[in-house]
């Protein structure tokens, strides 16, 4: 395990553009636009 301090974090992991794509799955949720197959067990 590798313990990263702030910068680190920042720079390794895609927080924006993951917040990005969290907002634009909500938004279609909200509209109706989304689905997903049934779960298997």
Do not use: C, N, W
Request: zero cysteines; charged letters at 25%.
């Amino acid at each position: 395990m590798q313990i990263l301090d702030e910068f680190e974090a920042r720079v390794l992991l895609p927080y924006p553009a993951l917040a990005d794509k969290i907002r634009t799955m909500l938004q279609a949720k909200q509209a109706g636009q989304t689905s997903a197959p049934e779960r298997m067990a």
